[in-house]
């Protein structure tokens, strides 16, 4: 129990005693947390302002519960309903950013600020109309969001009398003081008060009696009030048999100030209104009598008390441990998510997570790459990944390969592309991974036209399709060039978003491929933008098979839209065919410095997420190494359409390059013929030459009249 200078432990009351109140004891549901944390993650992030926040009261609990104070999920929605029966109390909210900051937070001027306005509306009068005014709290808190440790301090500031209130007659319940008949009148009236003011509860209210009825009153209706047989009401919490609850403490005050009756001593009734075995009843209500002390209109704030005890019943704040009853995953869920927000707080405020969260993406290829792939987007909580790859794992992959370990590799090897799944799952369960254990026709890889071995193809091919066009972003991670052409072909057709990454020994390129306009007229290549830069992956027979040289070619240019960029393939003049063959062991395996996969991984992954950060998205004009200078398109900087990195010069450039009309991959003349005859195109690329191609996208009579120009070059030289 509270005095107004001391407390106590004892319900009875001395015969000269002061009036005790019950303080409100804090219960903060585990929903109000869960709100707290998302509106910190989301909204407040470091603004230590104080928030206004709404908690509630009921005076309908059975005997022994606390003077409870109740929190929940709504109480951020100060302007939301109230829970039948209940008053609301508006409060404000303090949340740190530190636990040093929570502890040395100045908790008795915080008092003595809320005492402060209240004794302004006391003295003003505002308090008169309507005292709820007067019935309000502060909640001080700290949220350590990776352990989930909520600290805590409630305080619901009381102003003091001197000396106390001397109780003139002591507490009684109202069927000592009321007849039968009375107690009917007094609920009925009650009733009718609610329904005037159109809510279930009124927390403060005034009322006359007779024999034969009741009648009551809001306070702003004092005026007209009769000035004899006034009792002031009160819509009480607290359980104890001879004591008031908190809510009643400063309207006493305001009553000893104001004297709006030219009452000393003022009636009592703390109205409590119960459900017992499913009836109604209000006689556990108490009515008593106190005198007021004199209080000087010219007079001071009072004094002010109101800083809950913990549970030791010292002085001091509470703490509570949401991650013990929290499903772990959902913790790790929302750990993830920690880790992005925070970026938000103070380095990119209009970061649009969504976009990379939703994302969903398809890894072609579950190697090196792959795996590194993979951790840069579960860093960046990515939810939807899917793995696709042919190969087992064997002894040399998991040094390179963060997904596997040696004893995956055991009997065999276990399947890349379901042994990276349940990885993902293992490391972060809310993931949601795929992985099919597929190969992807290849040209210059023929399919034998047995009927058995020509479904396998088509099956696969149609299954790429699908999953293809399940997916926002496909990453092509795969060992050799020829791999990536199919893919690359199929994203292109349903303007899938298509990243590419692909080694040297210490060069790397990672590109996004143009992203073609979604129209019944395929888009082609203005003249005079034909011409393919020169940095072709198969012109060198020293670079690894599905590599890239290190040279970068000169027909380059700026300011290219997402729709006129090039793809993986438009950097070459012929057509992809079988690297694997005639090639040595260091040639048929990507033969690189082990931190170039890392590097490029997460190139491709960061390409991503600033490309779906870009109005456009995939069809952002492509940033420049010339643009490193100006204004980034970008909250996150660049979005450039190729990064090619030189680890022996720790250095990075950024092409771009158009698309070529006579691409072997994306040009309109392959997509055309793909979108109309399918598999059959398809199976001819596949059990044709790479002349094929060639010869459909006119590369041959590209050959044949630049070879013709040379040898005339050369027989003008010789006439000279």
Known sequence: MSGDSNEAGSSSVEEDARLQFAPFSSALEAGFWHQLTQKKLNDYRLDESPKCIKGYYYNGDPVGLPTRLTLEFS???????????????????????????????????????????????????????????????????????????????????????????????????????????????????????????????????????????????????????????????????????????????????????????KMDTVEVLCFRDRTLQGSRSIQHSLIFQVKLPELPINAGCPKSVGWEKNAKGAMGPRMVNLSECMDPKRLAESSVDLNLKLMRWRLVPSLDLDKVVNAKCLLLGAGTLGCNVARTLMGWGVRNITFVDNAKISYSNPVRQPLYEFEDCLGGGKSKALAAVDRLVKIFPGVHAEGFNMSIPMPGHPVNFSQATLSQAQRDTEHLEKLICQHDVVFLLMDTRESRWLPTVIAASKRKLVVNAALGFDTFVVMRHGLKKPTATPDVTAAGDSSPSCSSASSSSSTPAGCVPTAVGSSLFSNIPGHKLGCYFCNDVVAPGDSTRDRTLDQQCTVSRPGLAMIAGAMAVEMMVSILQHSEGGYAVASSSDDRMNEPPTSLGLVPHQIRGFLSRFDNVLPASLAFDKCTACSSTVINHYEKEGFDFLAKVFNSSHSFLEDLTGLTLLHQETQAAEIWDMSDDDSI
Not at 183 to 191: C, G, H, R, S, V
């Open 75 to 261: 109480a951020f929605d100060v302007d939301g309903a109230t829970p039948v029966r209940c008053c609301p109390v508006m409060g404000k909210l303090y949340n740190t950013n530190t636990l040093d900051a929570f502890k040395t937070t100045d908790k008795k001027g915080l008092l003595e600020k809320e005492a402060e306005q209240m004794w302004e509306l006391i003295q003003s009068g505002s308090a008169l109309k309507d005292p709820s005014v007067l019935c309000r709290f502060i909640l001080l808190t700290f949220a350590d969001l990776k352990k989930y440790h909520f600290y805590y301090w409630f305080c619901f500031p009381a102003l003091c009398f001197p000396e106390g209130i001397k109780i003139v007659r002591q507490p009684m319940v109202i069927e000592q003081v009321f007849s039968e008949k009375q107690i009917t009148a007094l609920q009925e009236a009650y009733d009718g008060l609610c329904a005037r003011r159109a809510t279930s509860a009124v927390p403060y209210f005034l009322l006359t009696y007779t024999d034969d009825g009741v009648r009551m009153a809001s306070f702003d209706e004092w005026g007209t009030f009769a000035r004899d047989k006034v009792i002031v009401g009160v819509y009480d919490p607290c359980t104890l048999p001879q004591h008031p609850g908190w809510p009643l403490r400063n309207l006493l005050v305001l009553m000893a100030h104001q004297r709006c009756f």
